[in-house]
């Protein structure tokens, strides 16, 4: 019972090693091509596009721009016009608080985050777990000699 509890520890191990390097690597990986993107490749992600912009109102089909820009329109029905107005008070609300924002730049900043979170993580993991399967593996060789 106790070489069965040996291996599922030493394939638990090893498992959790393994993730903690796989880890490591994307972080690494998307960490490397951000700073590529960043400071060599700058045009690299030039056609990104971030539509966060409030979809157009909410229920209202086959309205023609310039009655979506005349809200009085004589053929909008009173639900259509209040739903019209809470778009526009939306869109105003979303220009308001995203004007000084840069999209890019705030990305950027979100995919650094998760990056070093994930370094942090998979450094802990297969540090600590590659300590332990050291140390065991040398208690083997011990044990053999």
Do not use: C
Not at 68 to 78: D, E, G, K, R, V
Not at 82 to 105: G, H, L, P, V
Not at 134 to 141: G, I
């Amino acid at each position: 019972m106790s070489s069965t509890k040996n291996i599922i520890r030493n394939i638990y191990l090893y498992i959790v090693t393994l993730i903690g390097l796989v880890m490591l690597v994307i972080a690494l990986v998307d960490l490397i091509q951000l700073g590529l993107k960043t400071w060599i490749f700058t045009l690299a992600d030039q056609q990104d596009t971030y539509q966060s912009i409030p979809t157009t109102p909410y229920g209202i089909k086959n309205i023609s721009t310039t009655n979506l820009q005349n809200a009085t329109s004589t053929n909008l029905t009173i639900e259509d016009r209040q739903a019209f107005e809470q778009w526009k008070n939306d869109y105003q609300n979303w220009e308001t608080n995203t004007k000084n924002i840069d999209q890019k730049k705030a990305q950027k900043q979100r995919d650094a985050v998760r990056d070093i979170a994930l370094l942090i993580v998979g450094l802990g993991l297969f540090l600590s777990h590659g300590y332990v399967v050291r140390k065991d593996r040398k208690l083997e060789l011990q044990n053999v000699n």
